[in-house]
């Protein structure tokens, strides 16, 4: 089984993600078996909007969905993101995960792309196009080519990564949800650890939806690259565990 996450704070992304899901499912149900195998977990932080309701409720969804209601943050943090990807870990039932961020787009393969590339310790991520008008940080060389990859690249976009390997590492470091970002590269240095790969197909080219993003929305919050840099060193030091008990 393949199991979806999205993890969300906002409102508004609900069509567009059912309308990638139901191209991407139109496809697969070609296709011998694949529907059948896939979940899809969403845990938000509101789950009382009109457009959440609608998604209960009325929106067709070609897969079997569960909604859940992301943790409250802690005291003195920033965000919950880190706790919210945990909290969807502990009730995905599949083999593998394709983390799917809200206000994100999917071509008609890009799952079936993403699945092909499976393996227990092979990572997964794609290119995301981003909105007309924003630069690319020029990580992507806009070959039609699947290469390896730096941890680092693994981005939570459109990504997958085997639930073994994230239930060996004990899930996302929740000591990252007192700033913004760095909590992908956390999870995939650690998992490079553990013998793990990295590939990122730059055939597969989700759209980004513009949006706001969190330093836009709270200026106050601290980015978490200095944070990221002494934990990943402290690691690699013995100082501190790399196999974490939040799954």
């Known amino acids: 089984m393949i199991s ?39 845990v938000a932080e509101d789950t009382g909007t009109k457009n959440m309701k609608w998604l ?33 870990l502990k009730h ?25 590339l499976v393996g227990p310790k092979t990572f997964v991520t794609t290119v995301t196009k981003n909105p007309v008008g924003e630069v690319d940080d020029g990580r992507y060389t806009w070959q039609d080519e699947v290469r390896t990859c730096w941890p680092e690249e693994w981005e939570e976009n459109v990504g997958l990564a085997p639930m073994a390997i994230l239930r060996e590492l004990g899930g996302y470091d929740e000591e990252y949800d007192q700033g913004w970002a760095w909590n992908n590269c956390n999870v995939a240095e650690r998992a490079e650890m553990l013998g793990c790969n990295f590939l990122l197909d730059e055939t ?44």
């Open 4 to 42: 979806i996450l999205t993890v969300t704070k906002r409102d508004g992304w609900q069509g567009p993600a059912v309308r990638s899901l139901q191209r991407n499912f139109m496809s697969l149900g070609k296709k011998k078996g694949h529907p059948a195998f896939y979940e899809w977990v969403i």
């Open 56 to 88: 209960q409720e009325e929106a067709l969804v070609p897969i079997p969905f569960t909604i859940l209601q992301a943790p409250p943050k802690k005291v003195g943090n920033f965000s919950n993101l880190s706790a919210s990807n945990n909290l969807g």
């Open 92 to 116: 995905c039932r599949g083999d593998y995960v394709v983390f799917y961020q809200d206000f994100i787009e999917l071509e008609p393969d890009c799952i079936e792309k993403l699945v092909a």
């Open 204 to 247: 597969n080219r989700p759209q980004l939806i513009y949006h706001k993003k969190e330093p836009e929305l709270n200026p106050d919050m601290p980015l978490n690259g200095d944070f990221h840099v002494k934990r990943m060193n402290d690691i690699r030091e013995g100082k501190f565990p790399l196999r974490l008990n939040y799954l």
